[in-house]
């Protein structure tokens, strides 16, 4: 089992930068694919980022690809979303979410969520 913890989001102004980390817990995380999720108040969560186990490989929504680069550290068992020129529609609860399929983009594919950390981009 994984037990995942994001922290990183805050309040933004437009065309900044934030970092979200998630943290997890246990001796899968190696072997665990990772994705970032998003959820608007009023809408669906919705996929961000996608990473392979080893890292290689990454895929992107087109709403935040160029600005938004996912990575991970396996020795430290964190993920990264690494968030450039936020726009106020990126505003969001921001999950992070492992699996045992790679590059998955659909939230029924993933085991595990975290609790979700808030990002809030202001204009």
């Known amino acids: 089992q994984v037990q995942l913890v994001e922290s990183g989001g805050g309040l933004v102004q437009a065309g900044g930068s934030l970092k979200l980390s998630c943290a997890a817990s246990?001796?899968?995380?190696?072997?665990?694919?990772m994705g970032w999720f998003r959820q608007a108040p009023g809408k669906e969560r919705e996929f961000v980022a996608a990473i392979s186990r080893s890292g290689v490989s990454t895929y992107y929504a087109d709403s935040v690809k160029g600005r938004f680069t996912i990575s991970r550290d396996n020795a430290k068992n964190t993920v990264y979303l690494q968030m450039n020129s936020l726009k106020p529609e990126d505003t969001a609860v921001y999950y992070c979410a492992a699996g045992l399929r790679c590059i998955i983009t659909t939230t029924r594919e993933y085991a595990y969520w975290g609790q979700g950390t808030q990002v809030t981009v202001s204009s």
């Open positions: 246990g001796r899968t995380f190696g072997s665990s694919c």
